[in-house]
């Protein structure tokens, strides 16, 4: 057992309390290889800006966890290396049970997300309550959701959104002990959010009444990406086939990181930026063979992209 406070990182607590009083959101990106993983670094200090490493299931599949945890810890000593001690929180995106919840508090992670929406209330309830006594002992965050998310959330397909119901959340978060609570107000995990001719919305009137009743409480958003049209064109410019890829507009997004929102969950524009550079070295270099020729390129855009989504997003760039 290692506690992530060793590992110098910190669990979200105190940047949700500052984040709701900010009117700000810290970025919650994931991460799976070393570059990832570098231009979520670089761009943080460069902005200075608090941030949420997430892992998910995929990634530890992918990457292996504790090959991971050790980059995250990388991550933390790049920081400083690079001149600034920002906060930085390990946290595990979409825990399906209690012992993968047990299993990375173990590990060093600094907060854990039990994903139970899927389940009856009363099963997610006792779910959620179990990993909050547990990761509460050693001072870890819990992330817990109500209502479902339409697409794919790792194994579980919804075919439509099951909007978070606004008279459930003081329920849950009383009776659970959560630390923040993941919603489901439109948006959705991947490429393609919404249909063409469908109005690219998020539900506001839900997120405020869910205020209304748990005044101060820290909100979480998932499938947040916004799917840049330019980064669209690119990639289907290099010989891509991306179609009808539609995101949430990131002027909503900036709306919603004013209010009780407080974490802003993005994985896919990370994709895409990475895929439209790494396309365009293949196209215009059909020479080259090393991979650090298509894969720094990839990092230097997914760090502009991260910088451009702190700045002009989320607005957590100087809130270290
Ligand atoms: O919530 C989903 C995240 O984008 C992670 O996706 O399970 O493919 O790693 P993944
Ligand atoms: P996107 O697919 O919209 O980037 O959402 C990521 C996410 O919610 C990770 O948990
Ligand atoms: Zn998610």
């Not at 949430?248 to 896919?268: F, T």
Request: net charge negative; aromatic share 8%.
């Amino acid at each position: 057992m290692v506690s992530y406070k060793e590992l110098g990182l910190v669990n979200s607590r105190e940047l949700f309390k500052k984040a709701i009083n900010g009117g700000y959101a810290i970025p919650a990106f994931n991460f799976n290889n070393m570059e990832q993983m570098q231009a979520i670094i670089q761009a943080c200090v460069e902005t200075k800006s608090p941030v949420i490493l997430q892992v998910s299931s995929g990634a530890r599949k992918y990457a292996n966890q504790t090959i991971l945890r050790y980059m995250a810890q990388g991550g933390v000593e790049y920081a400083k290396e690079l001149g600034c001690n920002i906060p930085i929180v390990l946290h595990l995106d979409h825990g399906d049970s209690f012992e993968l919840c047990k299993s990375c508090i173990e590990y060093g992670f600094s907060s854990v997300m039990i994903d139970g929406s899927s389940k009856p209330y009363d099963e997610n309830v006792e779910l959620t309550r179990k990993v909050v006594e547990y990761a509460h002992k050693y001072d870890v965050t819990v992330e817990g959701e109500l209502g479902v998310l339409a697409g794919v959330e790792d194994d579980v397909k919804a075919e439509s959104h099951t909007y978070t119901r606004p008279e459930e959340v003081e329920d849950f978060v009383s009776k659970t002990g959560v630390d923040s609570l993941a919603i489901s107000i439109g948006t959705s995990h991947g490429a393609y959010k919404f249909k063409p001719g469908q109005k690219p919305e998020i539900r506001l009137d839900i997120l405020h009444e869910i205020e209304k009743r748990i005044p101060g409480f820290p909100i979480v958003l998932h499938g947040s990406s916004s799917v840049p049209q330019d980064i669209v064109a690119e990639i289907n410019h290099y010989g891509g086939h991306l179609k009808d890829s539609i995101g949430i507009p990131e002027d909503q997004l900036r709306e919603a990181a004013k209010s009780a929102v407080c974490k802003i969950n993005i994985d896919s524009d990370g994709r895409l930026a990475m895929t439209a550079a790494i396309r365009k070295v293949m196209v215009e270099h059909p020479e080259e063979f090393d991979p650090r020729k298509y894969l720094g390129p990839a990092r230097d855009k997914l760090k502009q992209l991260y910088i451009h989504k702190i700045n002009n997003v989320l607005g957590s760039n100087d809130k270290m």
